[in-house]
């Protein structure tokens, strides 16, 4: 057995926490702010799976834990860039529920608290329903109030040889949702009306789960997530027409319980919308809207043609998808959407009468 002697003068204050770092030259590159840490020690801890001690001066064991990488344990402190956690100072250190996988670079010398990521794969689509195949995708969402430069960004599975790399000039802006296609024709197919959407990667994503991975231009990862097809997991992302959709971007990425089936097609580069409207197969045989002034500087007005007696939605959102004024009327009208001091760009109307779908581009100078 290898052994590492605690420094005599030691102390732990109630509720306080000691790093004992393999190597503290490294541990202080990547954690310059802990200072409760001492070491080192010369062995490792085995990636398959190990035996920890803690004894007392007596030589009495007062600590141990027996882990392993096998799949009772959980898979995202494997290699992935996130830590053990234990749940519970009092849980059982031996039984693999009593830990979780924890933040990216974990948590050390303080307890832990919700991750802070500013950049999440906010919707993953794994496994399309085959009547309405969109290919493989995964939605980046930047979680921040700051724009993202993610240039030479590579987007990664588990394998690490089929990388895809962001172009130049790639910026997440505040809050924007970016999609990444492994099959663009297909996704343009299901989805005509997202424009902020790049690829493809030539890799598929694993029907049966797996690892992905966002790597900076230095080689840093600056997010990973571990998905599964099995209970708990949500079923019906699975081949049954819905995505995997994040439910708290602060919460615990590897948890199954922080994912939920979101809606047919998902809904990417658009915050989830419990209605599922902004999914609707596009189609306007029965009912026709025109928009005028489009460009336009502080009105636009749309007038909608219907014979049908349905009752009419107008969803208006942003590029990103972000839905600004969702409306229902009865009849055919003219209505007018007011610019309220938005920015110059483009924008998207959606009208839907029962199942038929009119799309309109209008643009504010």
Known sequence: AYIFNIPFGT????????????????????????????GGFYFNFDNSGDDIKLFDLGNNVIFNVAYSDSLAWPKGADGTGRTLELNTFDADPNNPSSWF?????????????????????????????????????????????????????????????????FLSGTILSAGERYVVANDLAKFDARHPIITNVTGPFLFGLNGNGEELRLIDDAGVIQFTMLYDKILPWPLEADGLGKTLELLNANGKMNAPENWFAGCPEGS?????DPDCSVSIVENNETFSASLFPNPANESVFINIETKDKNIITLIYSDNSGKILQKSAFYTSEIIEIKRNN????????????????????????
């Open 268 to 272: 990417p580069t658009a915050e989830y």
């Open 342 to 365: 938005l920015a110059s760009g483009i924008y998207w109307i959606k009208i839907i009468s029962g199942d038929n779908v009119v799309v309109k581009k209008m643009i504010w100078m």
């Open 11 to 38: 102390q732990l204050e109630p509720g306080d926490y000691l790093v004992i770092a393999e190597n503290t030259e490294k541990f202080n590159i990547i954690y310059p702010d802990v200072t409760n840490v001492i």
């Open 101 to 165: 996988d924890g933040c990216l670079r974990g948590s050390p010398g303080t307890y832990y608290t919700a991750c802070e990521n500013d950049i999440v794969f906010g919707e993953i689509n794994y496994n399309s329903a085959a009547a309405t195949d969109a290919g493989d995708w995964v939605e980046l969402w930047n979680t921040t109030a700051s724009d993202i430069d993610i240039s030479g960004w590579k987007f990664v599975d588990d394998k690490d040889t089929l990388l895809y790399t």
